[in-house]
């Protein structure tokens, strides 16, 4: 718990943390059924993101006096660029791989953040880190399938999985200056990286594929309304009422919502060495999270 929060507080931000995570793992899934290409799927989640953001921020006047914080603005502008080519980038390996692969591979994005927060913040990296981290990038290559990978992968299976990696660099780049940027107004930092979005991409969508009547609506509006809109408030109004021991195991939910929807919608199953992937990534993450020593500190003796 929080030390701010009550026990009260820190149930609802449990069950918060929970939904959203929930939310969160159905991603992929939306961004498939939708039909559309990385570019124009992006494009519409910022677009009905902006939306909902836009509503529900101003009702709470989160946005009071946001036009006078210019190094704020210019500061979520650059992450907001890196966040949507991270997007774009990872629904294009989700297309070229799987669901399940690209959300593994995708999962190595925060010891991305480890390592350029002690690259170019100079912020101290405990040498057990180290060590987690390298455990977690063995899962990331044991997650791509390293045997489909040397004798049968295709070459947009393979584009897929480095689509992904690239992707996972981006969002750790994209998290790490957010991070020192949006302690104060949260919301208002993801409201411009989905308004950048749309200025980005609207020159590129496959209109086409889009202004016709069908149900890829429902989809590329819940990419908005739901995994940019809800899971975000659920996220940021959890995050400061729980432990960080608390966020770092309810992560993988994500993950593992994603690996069941690619099984029971799509069929896809993970090979034996992806399986040890995901438990090799679950390991380093909460290594890293939870700062697990690899040994013992030696006890003091006093005399």
Same mark, same amino acid.
């Given at each position: 718990?929080?030390?701010?929060?009550?026990?009260?507080?820190?149930?609802?931000?449990?069950?918060?943390?929970?939904?959203?995570?929930?939310?969160? #793992?159905?991603?992929?899934?939306?961004?498939?059924?939708?039909?559309?290409?990385?570019?124009?799927?992006?494009?519409?989640?910022?677009?009905?993101?902006?939306?909902?953001?836009?509503?529900?921020?101003?009702?709470?006047?989160?946005f009071?006096?946001?036009?006078?914080?210019?190094?704020?603005?210019?500061?979520?502008?650059?992450?907001?660029?890196?966040?949507?080519l991270?997007?774009?980038?990872?629904?294009?390996?989700?297309?070229?791989?799987?669901?399940?692969?690209?959300?593994?591979?995708?999962?190595?994005?925060?010891?991305?953040?480890?390592?350029?927060?002690?690259?170019?913040?100079?912020?101290?990296?405990?040498?057990?880190?180290?060590?987690?981290?390298?455990?977690?990038?063995?899962?990331?290559?044991?997650?791509?399938?390293?045997?489909?990978?040397?004798?049968?992968?295709?070459?947009?299976?393979?584009?897929?999985?480095?689509?992904t990696?690239?992707?996972?660099?981006?969002?750790?780049?994209?998290?790490?200056?957010?991070?020192?940027?949006?302690?104060?107004?949260?919301?208002?930092?993801?409201?411009?990286q989905?308004?950048?979005?749309?200025?980005?991409?609207?020159?590129?969508?496959?209109?086409?594929?889009?202004?016709?009547?069908?149900?890829?609506?429902?989809w590329?509006?819940?990419?908005?309304?739901?995994?940019?809109?809800?899971?975000?408030?659920?996220?940021?109004?959890?995050?400061?009422?729980?432990?960080?021991?608390?966020i770092?195991?309810?992560?993988?939910?994500?993950?593992?919502?994603?690996?069941?929807?690619?099984?029971?919608?799509?069929?896809?199953?993970?090979?034996?060495?992806?399986?040890? #992937?995901?438990?090799?990534?679950v390991?380093?993450?909460l290594?890293v999270?939870?700062?697990?020593?690899?040994?013992?500190?030696?006890?003091?003796?006093?005399?």
């Amino acid at each position: 718990m929080s030390p701010s929060a009550t026990p009260a507080e820190s149930r609802t931000a449990l069950i918060q943390l929970l939904i959203a995570e929930l939310l969160i #793992g159905s991603v992929g899934v939306f961004v498939h059924e939708s039909g559309q290409n990385a570019i124009t799927a992006v494009l519409f989640r910022c677009i009905f993101g902006c939306a909902f953001l836009i509503v529900w921020g101003s009702a709470r006047g989160l946005f009071r006096g946001l036009l006078g914080e210019r190094a704020l603005i210019r500061s979520a502008i650059v992450s907001g660029v890196l966040l949507v080519l991270n997007w774009v980038a990872l629904f294009a390996g989700m297309a070229r791989s799987s669901i399940g692969v690209a959300t593994m591979v995708y999962h190595f994005f925060p010891f991305v953040i480890l390592g350029m927060a002690a690259m170019f913040y100079g912020e101290r990296t405990r040498a057990a880190d180290l060590g987690w981290t390298a455990i977690a990038f063995v899962g990331v290559l044991c997650s791509a399938d390293p045997f489909k990978l040397w004798n049968s992968a295709g070459s947009g299976y393979l584009i897929g999985v480095g689509l992904t990696f690239v992707a996972a660099i981006l969002c750790g780049a994209s998290l790490l200056l957010s991070r020192r940027i949006s302690r104060e107004r949260p919301f208002a930092v993801v409201l411009i990286q989905c308004l950048v979005g749309v200025v980005m991409l609207a020159p590129f969508a496959d209109y086409a594929a889009v202004w016709t009547p069908g149900s890829h609506w429902f989809w590329l509006a819940g990419l908005g309304l739901i995994h940019s809109g809800v899971c975000y408030v659920l996220f940021y109004s959890s995050y400061p009422r729980l432990q960080v021991a608390t966020i770092a195991v309810l992560a993988f939910i994500y993950p593992v919502i994603a690996l069941l929807l690619d099984y029971l919608v799509y069929g896809r199953t993970l090979a034996p060495v992806q399986s040890v #992937g995901v438990a090799l990534i679950v390991l380093g993450t909460l290594g890293v999270n939870l700062k697990w020593q690899w040994r013992r500190r030696p006890v003091a003796v006093s005399a």
